[in-house]
């Protein structure tokens, strides 16, 4: 009896030793040092993303009169709507091309992937927007140009809407810059545009090297005539930056709009060194046009020292310089425009 109490007793410590071991595994509640450092590196690296990737961002953009306003557009949109080629130029540039869901049809060789189609609806023109097939698209930010400031409130109330221009005073240059950095913050791509953006200073600098001392005439043929343009518009970096003297036009007086139209006589009268030329008709494909070279190239424009001298330039992208003034890849194209006839001389 005494030795089954005796054993009895070694058995139940026996048990009661592999049960404290067995609570023990199962009821720790510490976890060990390198999980509880993981867990914790894990939380800081979400909230280290949530905090870089917000839900909107706040940007300054122009309103219907074209003044800078701050607006809020969504950060990293999927879904974008077109209606200005500067700024799809911008995008294209980015790498962010398949997001538009829309757009405006172009002539632009180098945009033309993105014309409407079977994935890309039909928005109506840079001039003229279709208000239903916008809507439609269901965008989260539309993108518009000066042609298109009247419809700006409407389209406000659809999405939030990114106006930027080209500032004549600013200049074509830093205003590409600038709105480049603009549309690049929306997407967190503030380094890839950096390196789109390098190299412009120094070509500015070899051209304007090249064009001190030397005045102009800078114009656009339209419908068989010759409009000279000032400093305050279109082809305004040939004055601005590039710093070729226009003698077309007073300062006071306005052409930014397509031009004030001058005879060929005027031309003979100020003598001008070069003559710069852009072709509005070939631009905006007018049926049936004249070429500007047809246009320029009479009895009296043939007799000024800019023709015999060989420095009548003709603009080579005038679609470019027409319609997608702040792009990047337009800055380029334009700077080659210059660069090609005058630097080759």
């Not at 890839?192 to 200073?201: H, N, Q, T, V, Y």
């Not at 339209?222 to 305050?232: H, K, L, P, R």
């Not at 047809?294 to 015999?308: F, P, Q």
Request: aromatic share 6%.
């Amino acid at each position: 009896m005494k030795k089954f109490f005796t054993l009895t007793l070694v058995l139940l410590f026996a048990l009661s030793l592999v049960a404290c071991g067995n609570s023990g595994a199962a009821g720790n509640t510490e976890p060990d040092t390198q999980t509880q450092e993981s867990a914790e590196a894990t939380r800081e690296a979400e909230t280290q993303t949530n905090t870089e990737a917000p839900e909107t961002l706040t940007i300054t953009s122009l309103n219907q009169n074209r003044e800078a306003v701050e607006i809020e557009v969504p950060y990293d949109p999927q879904r974008i709507a077109i209606l200005d080629m500067a700024a799809l130029d911008i995008l294209d540039n980015l790498g962010l091309g398949n997001r538009v869901v829309g757009s405006a049809k172009t002539s632009l060789e180098y945009l033309k992937v993105y014309n409407p189609g079977d994935t890309i609806a039909n928005l109506g023109t840079i001039k003229e927007a279709d208000m239903e097939a916008v809507m439609a698209c269901e965008p989260d930010v539309i993108f518009i140009g000066g042609r298109l400031s009247s419809s700006y409130e409407a389209l406000s109330e659809i999405a939030p809407v990114v106006y930027l221009s080209t500032d004549a005073e600013l200049g074509v240059v830093e205003s590409t810059k600038q709105n480049a950095r603009t549309i690049a913050s929306l997407f967190g791509k503030e380094a890839e545009i950096e390196e789109k953006l390098a190299g412009f200073d120094e070509r500015i600098a070899t051209l304007a090297a090249f064009a001190e001392g030397k005045n102009t005439i800078v114009g656009m043929c339209t419908s068989g005539s010759f409009n000279v343009v000032g400093n305050d518009g279109r082809c305004s970096i040939i004055g601005v930056e590039i710093g070729f003297e226009n003698i077309g036009v007073a300062d006071e007086v306005q052409t930014s709009t397509h031009g004030n139209e001058a005879s060929f006589e005027y031309i003979v009268q100020k003598k001008p060194e070069y003559i710069f030329v852009m072709d509005r008709d070939a631009a905006i494909q007018t049926e049936g046009a004249k070429l500007a070279q047809e246009i320029m190239e009479n009895e009296l424009v043939m007799g000024t020292d800019a023709y015999k001298d060989g420095k009548i330039i003709y603009l080579a992208h005038p679609a470019v310089w027409y319609t997608a003034e702040g792009g990047v890849t337009a800055l380029d194209l334009m700077l080659q425009d210059l660069e090609t006839p005058l630097l080759a001389q």
